[in-house]
T-cell receptor, first 112, second 115 residues
């Protein structure tokens, strides 16, 4: 069964910490995406990557960065976590010009 | 820019009754349209998609959706709802010309099916 795996289901971090969220896919997909999900706002795109070492900003990149050193792994980095980054983070992957995503199970991050 | 509107925050329906979740979209060019479902503390699962062809699309778990170009709508329907259909539903759109395949999601509609 094809999979997108997010390493943590729940995380609690302190304000100012550097936080890494990891996502791994086993489908050899070129495209990978990071979204955050907030009630009433739906899913908002943070960053996406279309190839190794390539990245593009989404709609809300401020306060975040990403890393894609290998095709299967896409990391989201919160350089200095803040309470307004408390959210559900969802990783997804797809083929180029693909018709839909495969999602991971999500990481619920709480910043205290 | 593309956008999706899901006008209802929540839809309540009794088990066995028809279920409809509304979605309208705005996109340049031809749309590719999707429905996803999310159960508590889980990721999103694909239900169905419209790319081209027949305006009525059938998907997983007995769901279907009708593409209406003139009304720019893609409403999700199920003839007879089950309690297990209670979940959060997301509509999404991408432009056919988008080279990255990025999806724009609506805010989501919570479906509550009561026994």
């Amino acid at each position: 069964d094809v999979k997108v795996t997010q390493s943590s289901r729940y995380l609690v971090k302190r304000t100012g910490e550097k936080v890494f969220l990891e996502c791994v896919q086993d489908m050899d997909h070129e495209n990978m995406f990071w979204y955050r999900q907030d009630p009433g706002l739906g899913l908002r795109l943070i960053y996406f990557s279309y190839d190794v070492k390539m990245k593009e900003k989404g709609d809300i990149p401020e306060g975040y960065s990403v890393s894609r050193e290998k095709k299967e792994r896409f990391s989201l980095i919160l350089e200095s976590a803040s309470t307004n980054q408390t959210s559900m983070y969802l990783c997804a992957s797809s083929i180029p010009r693909g018709n839909g995503y495969t999602f991971g199970s999500g990481t619920r991050l709480t910043v205290v | 820019a593309q956008s999706v509107a899901q006008p209802e925050d929540q839809v309540n329906v009794a088990e066995g009754n028809p279920l409809t979740v509304k979605c309208t979209y705005s996109v340049s060019g031809n749309p590719y349209l999707f429905w996803y479902v999310q159960y508590p503390n889980r990721g999103l699962q694909f239900l169905l998609k419209y790319i081209t062809g027949d305006n009525l699309v059938k998907g997983s778990y007995g769901f279907e959706a009708e593409f209406n170009k003139s009304q720019t709508s893609f409403h999700l329907k199920k003839p007879s709802a089950l309690v297990s259909d209670s979940a959060l539903y997301f509509c999404a759109v991408r432009a056919s010309t988008d080279s990255w395949g990025k999806l724009q999601f609506g805010a989501g509609t919570q479906v509550v099916v009561t026994p």
